[in-house]
């Protein structure tokens, strides 16, 4: 079920070691911007900064 006019964002918080060398790789880590912990995160990340463009 989608909303329409409801947006938002995705960002990834406490990565392990081991996996963001595989996001790096893949190339997601510009679109999925990795934080140390969630406050981090959700204080860190602006909503317009990471729009992926089609």
Do not use: F, K
């Not at 329409?4 to 996001?23: F, I, K, N, S, Y």
């Not at 510009?30 to 981090?40: D, M, N, S």
């Not at 990340?45 to 990471?50: A, D, L, M, V």
């Amino acid at each position: 079920m989608s909303r329409a006019g409801v947006e938002g964002t995705l960002v990834l918080a406490a990565v392990p070691d081991r996996l963001q060398p595989m996001l790096d790789l893949t190339g997601i880590s510009p679109l999925l911007p990795a934080h140390p912990t969630a406050a981090q995160a959700l204080v860190g990340h602006t909503p317009s900064q990471n729009r992926a463009t089609a």
